[in-house]
């Protein structure tokens, strides 16, 4: 069974902070996709990272795929309000059903 | 609006009802996925269709649940008999099977379902 750790668990920040947020696996993906939701809503696909070390950028946030496809990291400069949510990595080793991590709740305090 | 839409929103039923969620996937997407959510925790994965072929199903999908998608378009969720345990929101989400899109999803707004 293919797992998905996201670290850290919880994150509470103050407004323009910068942060980061881990999701790491034993198994290697295909590819992997990030995920923000918001309460009682539906997770919203943010990126989907297919290549080893690969970086793609959505505004003030970087994705950073692992160089043996185990592990991406989300990173996000001058953290605003908006920002606040649940992320959620998933991931599967091909053609396969995704699964997902626990996610990462993230607070941004103004 | 062109995404995945599902139906009811919410849904409050007392322990031993049955109930159903209908979903209604991306039109041109042939891949079709219900998950399951509770509080604290993401997404598990419960079952998936290939147009009307039901390719996969989690074991956490008991006898009482049972999905179809008849005509390989909508998609509805059954549970018979619910109990407590099944109070969770229950997600669906499609996806194009072929497309080089790294086998990316797209989810509804989820169904709530709260068994009282």
């Known amino acids: 069974t293919q797992l998905l750790e996201q670290s850290p668990q919880f994150l509470s920040i103050q407004e323009g902070e910068n942060l980061t947020v881990y999701c790491n696996s034993s198994?290697?993906?295909?590819?992997l996709q990030w995920y923000r939701q918001e309460p009682g809503e539906g997770p919203v696909l943010l990126v989907t990272?297919?290549?080893?070390?690969e970086v793609k950028k959505l505004k003030r946030l970087t994705f950073q795929f692992g160089d043996a496809r185990k592990d991406s990291s989300l990173h996000i400069t001058a953290a605003q309000p908006g920002d606040t949510g649940l992320y959620l990595c998933?991931?599967?080793?091909?053609?396969?059903?995704?699964?997902f991590g626990k996610g990462t709740r993230l607070s941004v305090i103004a | 609006d062109t995404g995945v839409s599902q139906d009811p929103r919410h849904k409050i039923t007392k322990r031993g009802q049955n109930v159903t969620f209908r979903c209604d996937p991306i039109?041109?997407?042939?891949?079709l996925y219900w998950y399951r959510q509770t509080l604290g925790q993401g997404p598990e994965f419960l079952t998936y269709?290939?147009?009307?072929?039901?390719?996969?199903k989690s074991r956490l999908l008991s006898d009482r649940f049972s999905a179809e998608r008849p005509k390989g378009s909508f998609s509805t969720l059954e549970i018979q008999r619910t109990e407590q345990g099944d109070s969770a929101m229950y997600l669906c989400?499609?996806?194009?099977?072929?497309?080089?899109?790294?086998?990316?999803?797209?989810f509804g707004e989820g169904s709530w379902l709260t068994v009282v």
């Open positions: 269709f290939q147009n009307e072929a039901q390719l996969e």
């Open positions: 989400a499609s996806s194009l099977e072929g497309l080089y899109s790294g086998n990316t999803i797209y």
């Open positions: 998933a991931g599967g080793p091909g053609n396969t059903p995704l699964v």
């Open positions: 990272v297919v290549t080893g070390g």
């Open positions: 198994s290697v993906f295909s590819s």
């Open positions: 039109s041109e997407h042939n891949r």
